[in-house]
């Protein structure tokens, strides 16, 4: 067999639209279908598609009003394919008319040769996929994609931590020149202690002084009393005489009292001149006022010391995820290094060619950038790629495609030795064939050098 399969011979008859058609394609290069519309061009392509890839590319209602629905298909490797009879079945043989079956058809015909709209059609994504599968790096570069997801979000979560604790952070307030430890108010208290037991002491002091007054002037008022009270009864005493005797010992008795009364007074008077030298020697009380004024300062300190060291807590907070979200952009930057060098590892199925955040890129083009005939180049590069002893492709409906655009594919497929069967809405020179009510009406031969 010859390292790529292709078909040299085709016939077709009642297939959907198709009549009788059969024709030789070219080797390598364009085969164009030509035609109008509905005339069983893309008949002659579901009919290559059935006949080669089994049950799948089945279409629904094969056969016609014409008869049974016939295929054969000569392929470079010396196989003939048909499906003959009411239920079209297949027939795989060799020229020694040995028998095989689609599971020999399946071991060299790519699939996506037989369906490449489907390919074309595929979102970006999709198309990635299809690739990496052919470079083997699939399941790889998904974990690699899956693990670059988590990181990333991991040092989202990270960095969206980290700009709340050094929002946190920058708001609090920050104290210069304060010490990192807290003030003791035990000294303060102690001292305060000191000054208090010192002043308590003075004012005993001067509350004995003040009791010793109080009893003075206690005194001096009862002998004030004792003189009014003489000075009535000896008014009495002028008038009654009766009772004089009894006045007079009542007056004694006053005197006496009175007596008494003066000389406590006198022994009051020498305590509190003692007393009052005592408190003129006193020293001056000490001021505690500054004690309170102490205390005030130091608490304002400790709450500027505490205040240090919450927010140095929380710088330490911030740093810290400031760094693990440093770490987890090394890790993604890491990871996406791995993916470009697992993706730079690969060999292409076409240079040019590469995948780029999941998206297939031809020429730093994205699909939808790229022209038609990149478009052809990179779906046929990659069918190749799948399997490379499939020599054919099939395509359906070129004729979005200007001549130029035919001719620039054409040539590349010439150059890479692949057979291209497509349909074209037109009767043009471009055509090798054209089809007319499901029947060859013209083979434009010049279309085929």
Known sequence: MNDKVKIIGLEVENVKRIKAVAFQPTENGLTIIGGDNAQGKTSVIDSIAWALGGDTFKPTNPSNDNGEAYISIKLSNGLLVERTGKNA??????????????KLLDSFIDELALNLPEFMQAKDKEKALVVLKIL???KELQ?????????????????REKEKKEKHAGEMPFFADMPEQELLASEIIERQKEANAFNAENAK???????????ISSKQEKINAFDSQTKELESE????????????????????AKNEAVEKVKIFENSVA?????????????????????????????????????????VAEAKKYADEYEALTVKVEKIRSDKLALLNGAKMPLKGLAIVDAKLMYKGQEWGDMSGAEHLIVAC?????????CGFVLMDKLEAM???TLETFNEWLVKEGLQVIATRVSKGDECSIIIEDGRVNKTNQQSNK
Do not use: H, M, W
């Not at 079945?89 to 689609?102: A, C, I």
């Not at 009894?246 to 005197?255: F, M």
């Not at 007393?275 to 300062?297: A, G, H, N, Y």
């Open 89 to 102: 079945s297949l027939k795989v043989s060799d020229p020694e008319n040995r028998k095989y079956g689609q």
């Open 136 to 138: 083997g790096i699939e």
């Open 274 to 314: 003692e007393l009052q030298k005592q408190v003129d020697e006193l020293p001056s009380d000490k001021d505690i006022s500054t004690f309170k004024r102490d205390i005030e300062v130091l608490e304002e300190t400790n709450g500027k010391v505490r205040a240090n060291k919450e927010r140095l807590v929380a």
């Open 143 to 159: 974990a690699l994609d899956e693990l670059e997801k988590t990181t990333y979000d991991e040092r989202t979560l990270v960095g």
């Open 205 to 215: 002091v001067r509350n004995s002084l003040t009791l010793a007054k109080q009893e």
């Open 237 to 256: 005493l002028v008038e009654l005489e009766k009772k004089v005797e009894a006045l007079k010992l009542r007056l004694s008795e006053r005197v006496i």
């Open 381 to 389: 590069s990659i069918c190749k790629s799948i399997k490379p002893q």
């Open 402 to 404: 200007d001549t130029k």
